[in-house]
């Protein structure tokens, strides 16, 4: 399979070789259950067996990216689409459970689509305090012809305490081009002019028109079916949480929570019951001990898609 990817393709692969080394670093439920620390380790087993076994409220921020409502494969299980109220009743069995690990000042993030984001909704509000929503535009894949094509998905943001809690909306400001730069007495207003261009720095909205999708082109990208952008998550743990804190998230996937809160100075502790996502997880780790950077924010701030000076042409 590696063979046949094209030269240009970074889309990250773990060797035979590799895979010994990496499943020694993986801890296993029973490892979790003798004393073994959590902190800073990918547990490679189902949620619902490592729940129990962790302590309540040790999180500072959970980020959760479930299956959505959708048939779908994910490496060696098919997850299945139900109706509404199976789907509710699928994340009744957990949602509760993974509550119970968050700190009383912390917050949680949820992720889906327009098909489960309603379950969604539903479900966090028998247990948080729902915040907002955010919206964000997912660029990719093929049109549709017979519908609109499905190129967004939601995150709910929601707390146990609406009274304290942590958010840092310096460290998420988006910087955008400015097309009609507008002057006051000769000089910029609300906008800097700078040899690359001219600039406006703003608060985030709870709409993200900003995001690149990991492709085969970024070292970030790998073959699970669903993976975030290091990007996306990035403006969670900013704004969320503190260094040093501890970021969890109970369906890993290949490692994209863990990695960008090991990039930003932050603990993490992810759970994923398939082997193969645990390893790509444990290489991306590895390899953020020396790369540290992050597709779209440099200088301390997001920047519009495509609009950072060295941005290649």
């Given at each position: 399979?590696d063979?046949?990817r094209a030269?240009?393709?970074?889309?990250?692969?773990v060797?035979?070789?590799?895979s010994?080394?990496?499943?020694?670093?993986?801890?296993?439920?029973?490892?979790?259950?003798?004393?073994?620390?959590?902190?800073?380790?990918?547990?490679?087993a189902?949620?619902?067996?490592?729940?129990?076994?962790?302590?309540?409220?040790?999180?500072?921020?959970?980020?959760?990216?479930?299956?959505?409502?959708?048939?779908?494969?994910?490496?060696s299980?098919?997850?299945?689409?139900?109706?509404?109220?199976?789907?509710?009743?699928y994340?009744?069995q957990?949602l509760?459970?993974?509550?119970?690990?968050?700190?009383?000042?912390?917050?949680?993030?949820?992720?889906?689509?327009?098909?489960?984001?309603?379950a969604?909704?539903?479900?966090?509000?028998?247990?948080?305090?729902?915040?907002?929503?955010?919206?964000?535009?997912?660029?990719?894949?093929?049109?549709?012809?017979?519908?609109?094509?499905?190129?967004?998905?939601?995150?709910?943001?929601?707390?146990?305490n609406?009274?304290?809690?942590?958010?840092?909306?310096?460290?998420?400001?988006v910087?955008?081009?400015?097309?009609?730069?507008?002057?006051?007495g000769?000089?910029?207003?609300?906008?800097?002019e700078?040899?690359?261009?001219?600039?406006?720095?703003?608060c985030?909205?709870n709409?993200?028109?900003?995001?690149?999708?990991?492709?085969?082109?970024?070292?970030?990208?790998?073959?699970h079916?669903?993976?975030?952008?290091e990007?996306?998550?990035?403006?969670?743990?900013?704004?969320?949480?503190?260094?040093?804190?501890?970021?969890?998230?109970?369906f890993?996937?290949?490692?994209?929570?863990?990695?960008?809160?090991?990039k930003?100075?932050?603990?993490?502790?992810?759970?994923e019951?398939?082997?193969?996502?645990?390893?790509?997880?444990?290489?991306?780790?590895?390899?953020a001990?020396?790369?540290?950077?992050?597709?779209?924010?440099n200088?301390?701030?997001?920047?519009?898609?495509?609009?950072?000076?060295?941005?290649?042409?």
């Open positions: 399979m063979s046949a030269p240009r393709n970074r889309t990250l692969t060797t035979p070789a590799e010994g080394v990496l499943s020694e670093r993986l801890l296993s439920a029973q490892q979790l259950a003798e004393g073994a620390t959590f902190v800073d380790k990918t547990i490679n189902d949620v619902m067996d490592i729940l129990p076994l962790l302590p309540d409220h040790f999180a500072d921020l959970i980020i959760i990216d479930p299956p959505y409502n959708l048939t779908k494969r994910f490496s299980n098919v997850f299945s689409a139900r109706n509404e109220q199976g789907y509710q009743h994340v009744r957990w509760p459970a993974v509550v119970q690990k968050l700190k009383p000042d912390g917050s949680l993030y949820l992720c889906g689509d327009w098909k489960c984001t309603a969604l909704q539903t479900v966090l509000s028998e247990h948080l305090h729902i915040l907002n929503r955010i919206t964000w535009q997912r660029e990719k894949g093929r049109g549709a012809m017979h519908n609109w094509k499905n190129n967004m998905e939601d995150i709910w943001f929601a707390v146990s609406t009274h304290d809690y942590f958010f840092n909306v310096d460290a998420v400001k910087r955008r081009q400015v097309m009609a730069p507008y002057r006051t000769g000089k910029p207003k609300d906008w800097d700078t040899a690359d261009g001219n600039y406006r720095t703003t985030p909205s709409f993200w028109d900003d995001i690149s999708v990991p492709f085969w082109s970024m070292s970030e990208n790998t073959d079916p669903t993976q975030k952008p990007k996306l998550i990035a403006k969670l743990i900013l704004a969320s949480s503190e260094e040093g804190d501890i970021v969890f998230d109970p890993l996937g290949s490692g994209t929570t863990s990695v960008v809160a090991k930003l100075g932050r603990h993490y502790c992810g759970i019951k398939e082997t193969e996502y645990c390893l790509w997880a444990e290489k991306r780790l590895i390899m001990d020396t790369i540290r950077n992050i597709q779209g924010y200088d301390g701030v997001f920047w519009e898609r495509n609009s950072h000076p060295n941005t290649p042409k």
